[in-house]
């Protein structure tokens, strides 16, 4: 083999192993998403084996983690991949963390959900948790579709949404604290819903980060800490970057 197919065979391969580790984070980002949905509909349910449910798709959601990291960390270590390829891995690296975060803060709202069970609500229970809880899911799903397809504008649209998820999560924290001073016996109840939004604002915020490692992949600026609206337009000014690797 002369140097010319040597290096497009050391190409080739590099580009599959980036591939497969980008397909186990979309595998990894559809598990957290079961997650949420389970905790989520634990609550609505009002049922109390979700916890366990929940709990038992941690489990795989650590191994994952622990695999691609594991995975990335190879890759640095023989490859020393640079330039766009190099960013690709930073934020598969740090999606993961969030991911894992989300699965985290899901078995958090299992906990309420299971806690809750047990209690007769009135008949519109947790209203306000169906609503904050479909934005968020909508969130995590979009950004990992971006993610999928290293689509800027789309994870640009998607880190958007998360200050409609914090006004509606301290619209409800302030409808909560309201409530319990009006009738104590509510207090119970009210405490168990500001601990879910507030699980449910923190996944908004992971959804948000993925979004961010998106853009950074595909145009190499960090808009962490940066007002969207000033970071896309300056992106529009600058020169593209391509991305580090076809969407399949």
């Given amino acids: ?27 990894m980002g559809g598990l957290v998403e079961r997650q949420l949905g389970q905790a989520l509909g634990g609550i609505v349910e009002a049922d109390s084996s979700v916890l366990a449910l929940v709990a038992q798709g941690e489990i795989s959601v650590n191994q994952l983690e ?8 190879r890759i640095l270590a023989t490859r020393s991949p640079a330039a766009s390829d190099l960013r690709l ?29 047990g209690r007769d ?18 969130m995590v799903h979009d950004a990992l579709d971006a993610f999928a397809r290293l689509d800027a504008g789309l994870a640009f649209e998607v880190a958007r949404r998360d200050r409609a998820v914090d006004e ?48 950074y992949t595909v145009h190499g600026k960090d808009v962490r800490h940066t007002r ?10 600058a020169a593209p970057v391509a991305p580090a690797l076809s969407a399949p």
Wanted: glycine share 4%.
């Fill in 89 to 117: 891995v930073i934020a598969i690296l740090k999606t993961i963390t969030d991911l894992e975060r989300v699965g985290d803060e899901s078995e958090k709202i299992a906990t309420i959900a299971s806690r809750m069970a």
């Fill in 1 to 27: 083999m002369d140097t010319e197919q040597l290096s497009h065979h050391i190409s080739s391969r590099f580009n599959a192993d980036l591939e497969q580790i980008r397909s186990s984070v979309l595998e």
């Fill in 228 to 237: 969207l609206e000033d970071a896309e337009k300056e992106i529009q000014l």
């Fill in 168 to 215: 509606e999560y301290e619209a409800i924290h302030r409808q909560c604290i309201t409530f319990m001073m009006e009738d104590p016996r509510s207090i119970r109840r009210a405490l168990d819903v500001m601990w879910a939004v507030r699980s449910l604002e923190r996944i908004g915020d992971h959804a948000k980060n993925i979004c961010e490692y998106v853009i």
């Fill in 66 to 73: 622990r695999s691609i990291d594991e995975d990335c960390g």
């Fill in 121 to 138: 609500w009135p008949s519109g229970r947790h209203r306000e948790l169906r609503h904050l809880g479909s934005l968020v899911s909508a």
